[in-house]
């Protein structure tokens, strides 16, 4: 069989003829060349070209692709392609390219080929890469315009007659062709475009393909209009969500989701969050008038506007009344406007906009809380997708497409599924009754009958993530981050490198992480081998080793400044003497002119030792022995209220912050039971009562002495 690998090398060798074939005689359209035109291979040389170059034309791209198609498609293949990239971006079209000529065309389709199938012969890197078609397709699809642009300004300045005709090759530009384009290029110069270039530049290709080397350029320091690689934004944005962002996101998305499912009387899992919405008066599903009938209304309104019948409509509502049939209508439910007689709810604009919020949080808290890839988010689908594990655990399944082949996985095809992640599946599910949709994540548009196997196409996850965003977040807080696809992911990582540095509370849904991952999947690791520091490891082992070093930077320096921040704020007996002793030790090195900045840096570097031992850093005498004089028992360890060797940093905020929530949620519960029951409030409750306060307070003014905001 004829592959590209015995084919590459019989280019060389009769390139001209190639060069006049392609341009001349429009061979790459026809697949073939004109009679009597097309010379014969003659004595003494290696290779006919005509042979070669149809056998070239009629070469596989794909299993739906050969090189003379002007359209490649790699929608088919034998391997896993997730749902996010089917369709238009496993595809790609060359006739939009409108100024290549067919030379130039040829030159590019073979170096694609030869990246795609020959990656050892193609090093742009220190070590081959195996690039997957989309990874190709997304390459060459940020070279081919510029080189488009190139073959414009050409044919503007000789004609177009000349240009086709004299075999202009990609190796006939110049530098300052180059330099020119450049400063008018109405695109980013990206990532991918450098990286196209290194590959047309590449020497396999020198050798094989163009008749001299292309001219070395450093494609990253032209005059572009916008070059995302040395300046992505104008301000330094931000590719994970900080603590305070995460623990909000968190807050206002758990709210959504258990208030929702509360709402239509469905069982909620996290009853920590549901609790803490009860406390805050969360009733946004009140506020919407979203009830099981409202629902099942609406339910209707969407099924019936997309073509479904009454009879395909009923098993997806609560309840089956008998006034939504039409009279007029045999078989058929009522039109809008009768459907929403039925109901006080109001089926408009607005209530549309709070389900696709519930919508967006629940998509959240999935991709927040299981560091899912968004390959792997796309393809859970919407039935079957919970599962429980040999020891009882809760996994969510997917499928890895990414790195398959890797051994030793955390999770595998299965991932932790915490409460508040059963309770956004559930929602999801909920929601699924009116989008008729095969897949779990997916867009708000009801999918018509019999066409749940033609959903192929994918919503954008950045939209959805951007959506939610920016109605949770301030103006000023979402403008910070750098919204992507992979942001919840280094999000969690970043909370995890935060655990394996000392912090021993992350936020209420974190806290169910730990002791369940050392079961799940295929292979059976060890709790003391998984720890929080290896898991966030593993969430970025796809980001790139400087994003991921950042990423871990970034939260042992967080865990410094909270420490050692001369200036920063601390709560016990002992805070005076802490602050006093670590202006001490920055002294020296400020009047040598560094900045605070750069020492935490350095302290970071050569792995400062702090030792957190809870909710506070003990300043007292270490002894093994129990001390009965100290509170370091139970939930009021290093208590600055209660000892004085405690100091409390930033770093203990969130064990605080536990010990306020659970505190003023076991509160609101007592006074509840009393009230229920009717009962006066007798001595042993008022002292419970004065003890819970007691600790509400406590925490409450640690919390202020923190400068942090008092939340459920």
Known sequence: MTTLVTLIYQIKPVREEFLRLLSAQNFLIMGHSSSGQARQAKAGEAYDPVMVLTALMHLPVSNRSVLKDLVWDFNDERQLLARNIQGSKSKIDFRIYTHLNSTILFELQIAFLCALQMP?????????????????????KAVIPFVDKLCARKRLEQ?????????????????????????????????????????????????????????YVEMVTLEWQQNSVIAPNVRESQKYLDSHIFEKCSRKATFAVVDFLRALKEPVCDTDGLERAKVNGYDTASEANLTRKSFDIYVAIRMSSRGY????????????????????RPGMFKDKEA??????????????????????????????????????????????CLTTNDFGHNLLVSTVIKNREVMGRIFGDKWAAIP??????????????????????????????????????????????????????????????????????HSLAHQMFRASVGLPFISYQLKHFGNLVSGIGQNRLSAVTIDYGNIGSALTSDAGREAANAIRHAAEKEFVTNACDPDGGYVGDNAGAHRERLKKYFQGYLEAGYTKEEIFNRMVEVGFAIINVGQGYCYGDATEEFDSSLPCVGSLRCNPYRCKNAVVTKANAP?????????????????????????????GFAKSVAQINAVIDEAKAVLLGLGEEIVV
């Open 120 to 140: 050892g012969a193609i090093r742009i890197g220190k070590k081959p890469r195996i690039l997957k078609p989309h990874t190709v397709i997304d390459i060459f």
């Open 339 to 384: 459907m929403c007689k039925l109901t006080k709810a109001r089926i408009n604009d607005d209530f549309y906009q709070y389900i696709t919020h519930i919508n967006n949080s629940a998509y959240y808290i999935i991709g927040q809380y299981t560091g899912m890839r968004p390959s792997e988010l796309s393809a859970i689908m919407a039935d079957g």
């Open 309 to 328: 019948t009454g009879k395909e409509i009923e098993p997806f509502l609560y309840s089956k009344d008998p006034d939504y049939w039409s009279a007029r």
């Open 420 to 489: 508040i992640v059963m309770d956004a599946v559930r929602t999801l599910q909920i929601l699924n009754r009116f989008k008729q949709n095969p897949y779990l994540i997916s867009s708000m548009v009801t999918v018509r009958p019999g066409e749940q196997q033609q959903t192929k196409g994918f919503l954008s996850y950045t939209f959805i993530l951007r959506a939610f965003l920016s109605e949770v977040l301030e103006f000023e807080e979402f403008e910070k981050l750098d919204v992507s696809a992979y942001i919840l992911r």
């Open 159 to 215: 004609g177009d007659e000349y240009f086709e005709l004299c075999c202009y090759s990609l190796a006939d530009f110049c530098e300052d062709d180059y330099a020119e384009q450049a400063k008018v290029y109405d695109r980013a110069f990206r990532r991918e475009t450098d990286q196209g270039f290194r590959i047309l530049r590449s020497q396999f290709l020198a050798e094989n393909l163009f008749a001299r080397p292309l001219p």
């Open 655 to 683: 064990k605080w912050r536990e010990v306020y929530v659970q505190n003023t949620i076991a509160l609101r519960q007592l006074e509840a039971q009393s009230q229920s029951a009717g009962q006066l409030i007798h001595d």
